[in-house]
């Protein structure tokens, strides 16, 4: 068919080339069409113009690159200057699951945001203004407060330990990069 061996209707519904498998194989046009599930060839079958060709090819999926290394390796400063180059987004996966948590954790957690350092950034007594900031006594409270889901303790377990995310964790995340605008 029009994509080869790709399903076509993952290609035009999600933006992916999904190897089509023989057993999901229909005829149209004297072409043969490969599909990644009988789902998807029930689908081209209802309704084939919809995912073939007509004048002109079909539109490849966005290029879509992942890098993975230990840390410090520079993943960052390489993605940048690909994304610079390639003109793509750059997703920085760390961040988005620093975004996730910050609204329970109200700072940023992990080894470099270690509590140890925290005194590090803290005003000195002269210069603090009372009437704004909490008490000690206030903040360990807000501390003890504080709620995490099964997936927000998940996220924190990976940024503070680098402990594996479970796959239910990175559905819920990482569909949105390949089905919703602008990343789609």
């Known amino acids: 068919g029009d994509t080869k061996h790709f399903c076509p209707v993952s ?13 999901y194989a229909a005829k149209y046009k004297e072409k043969i069409y490969y599909f990644s599930t009988s ?23 966005p290029l879509r690159v992942c890098l993975l290394g230990i840390h410090g390796a520079g993943k960052t400063t390489c993605a940048r200057q690909l994304a610079d180059k390639l003109g793509i987004f750059h997703i920085q996966f760390e961040e988005y699951l620093q975004e996730l948590i910050l609204p329970k954790t109200k700072r940023k957690v992990g080894p470099s945001f270690d509590e140890d350092h925290e005194d590090d950034n803290k005003i000195p007594e002269e210069l ?32 503070m330990d680098n402990t ?15 089905k919703k605008e602008p990343f789609r």
Do not use: C, R
């Open 164 to 178: 594996e995310l479970p796959p239910k964790v990175l559905n819920k995340i990482v569909p949105d990069w390949w």
């Open 39 to 61: 789902q998807y060839k029930d689908k081209f079958l209802k309704n084939p113009e919809e995912y073939v060709a007509h004048n002109e090819p079909l539109q490849a999926p």
């Open 11 to 23: 290609l035009k519904e999600n933006f992916v080339l999904y190897p089509g498998l023989q057993e």
């Open 128 to 159: 603090e203004d009372f009437s704004q900031t909490m008490t000690k006594t206030e903040t360990e409270k807000s501390k003890q407060e504080v709620k995490l889901t099964d997936e927000e303790k998940a996220i924190k377990a990976n940024l």
